[in-house]
T-cell receptor, first 115, second 117 residues
Framework: DTGVSQNPRHKITKRGQNVTFRCDPISEHNRLYWYRQTLGQGPEFLTYFQNEAQLEKSRLLSDRFSAERPKGSFSTLEIQRTEQGDSAMYLC?????????????FGSGTRLTVV | AQSVTQLGSHVSVSEGALVLLRCNYSSSVPPYLFWYVQYPNQGLQLLLKYTSAATLVKGINGFEAEFKKSETSFHLTKPSAHMSDAAEYFCAVNPEGNAGNNRKLIWGLGTSLAVNP
């Protein structure tokens, strides 16, 4: 197992375009989380899944954002009609419910730049 | 509301000197606390965690942290800094404490550690 994998690592897009990011968690982890991190800030929670169910969404996740985890394995985060304010690092993490509060395993993130 | 405060957004130490990164939290329940490290353009790596066992927690890369309930603190220390320790460090709290779940963490703003030769 190579840990949590995120693709692409970097994405540059023009304002108004749609983008989609993918996260492949550790295979036995049933929880998957998306965070956003802007420069000089800590991560901000966006949403999380338990298996394929999306259990919580932050108010930060506007209607332009959607996340899916169709088979309880990989997840995608889509941003429609991107804005410059969407420029950030998008982090995915996974954990195993029942293993206790041992923290997440994070991926390396996808850095989005909207020009 | 639960919160995490990291005192000092930038800390600079000499190689071989003591590293002290401060973290204070507020939580309505006994918290679980974490320190993560982030290298440039990388994700976050768990350094250590406090989960209501021993109050002095040892982590990777020679780091340790002490949970002090009376001071609501969870400061990170390392006796001797190495050049490779230069990174961003984040303190985080699991507001659900001993509920046993990691639903979402509350994060500090981070402290950037510079190590001078």
């Amino acid at each position: 197992d190579t840990g949590v994998s995120q693709n692409p690592r970097h994405k540059i897009t023009k304002r108004g375009q749609n983008v989609t990011f993918r996260c492949d968690p550790i295979s036995e982890h049933n929880r998957l989380y998306w965070y956003r991190q802007t420069l000089g800030q800590g991560p901000e929670f966006l949403t999380y899944f338990q298996n394929e169910a999306q259990l919580e969404k932050s108010r930060l996740l506007s209607d332009r954002f959607s996340a899916e985890r169709p088979k309880g394995s990989f997840s995608t985060l889509e941003i429609q009609r991107t804005e410059q304010g969407d420029s950030a690092m998008y982090l995915c993490a996974s954990s195993y419910l029942g293993q206790g509060p041992y923290g997440y395993t994070f991926g390396s993130g996808t850095r989005l730049t909207v020009v | 509301a639960q919160s995490v405060t990291q005192l000092g957004s930038h800390v600079s130490v000499s190689e071989g000197a003591l590293v002290l990164l401060r973290c204070n939290y507020s939580s309505s329940v006994p918290p679980y606390l974490f320190w993560y490290v982030q290298y440039p353009n990388q994700g976050l790596q768990l350094l250590l965690k406090y989960t209501s066992a021993a109050t002095l927690v040892k982590g990777i890369n020679g780091f340790e942290a002490e949970f002090k309930k009376s001071e609501t603190s969870f400061h990170l220390t390392k006796p001797s800094a190495h050049m490779s320790d230069a990174a961003e460090y984040f303190c985080a709290v699991n507001p659900e404490g001993n509920a046993g779940n990691n639903r979402k963490l509350i994060w500090g703003l981070g402290t950037s550690l510079a190590v001078n030769p």
